[in-house]
């Protein structure tokens, strides 16, 4: 039932009490200002309690309109980006798994916790990770090509130099491809280590 709140004019506490229309005996029902404490609850409330008891810094990304970022959690096997997701039945997301928060939530001590071994387990057992955060066979053979391929620029502007001016220390052919675009980035020792193969 609603609650009349009638504030003091002398800076005490006001009062509060209930109308009771169910019985006519009753009448005004005093509730004592203790009594008056809500809980409000909101995603952001929620997120921020999950980083929180699992140490994470908390991520400011909407990933889509039921979907929030809470920030990167850490399994045993990967690292994976935990989402809560806000529609129906509030659940957190790892990849391709969706389980609800209240399975996660455990309480103790006077306090509520979330279970991190589960959460562990949620990370873990993802069949599709972020991929910013898991290796990439294609990624990685990429990247293995593009060291080749410059190894191999650095190995045919060596040859030209030699060619060009001979009898020079290896140390003066590496600094030399050291200035040269195809050298941009690189010390002359690394390029001295690569430029013969």
């Known amino acids: 039932m609603p609650v009349v709140i ?23 029902i005093q509730v004592s200002s203790d009594r008056m404490k809500r809980w409000r609850s909101s995603i952001d409330a929620v ?5 929180t008891n699992l140490g994470l810094r908390i991520s400011n990304e909407r990933v ?4 929030w970022a809470i920030g990167m959690a850490t399994g045993k096997k990967r690292r994976q980006k935990l989402c809560l997701q806000s529609s129906g039945e509030l659940m957190l997301v790892a990849g391709s798994n969706r389980i609800p928060l209240m399975d996660f939530i455990t309480y103790g001590n006077g306090s509520y916790s979330l279970d991190e ?3 562990c387990q949620l990370v873990d057992a993802s069949i599709t990770a972020d991929e910013r955060h898991t290796p990439n066979q294609t990624r990685r053979e990429a990247g293995k090509l593009k060291t080749e391929a410059r190894y191999e620029s650095w190995q045919k502007a060596y040859r030209a130099l030699k060619k060009k001016i001979p009898n020079k220390p290896d140390t003066w052919y590496a600094q030399q491809i050291a200035r ?15 430029m013969k193969f």
């Not at 889509?64 to 979907?67: K, V």
């Not at 690189?186 to 001295?192: D, L, P, Q, V, Y």
């Open 117 to 119: 071994e589960m959460i």
């Open 64 to 67: 889509d309109i039921e979907l």
């Open 47 to 51: 997120r921020k309690f999950i980083a």
């Open 6 to 28: 009638y504030p003091a004019l002398d800076g005490s506490p006001g009062r509060a009490f209930i109308s009771c229309d169910k019985r006519d005996d009753i009448g005004r």
């Open 180 to 194: 040269q675009d195809i050298g941009r980035g690189r010390c002359a020792e690394t390029i001295k280590k690569h």
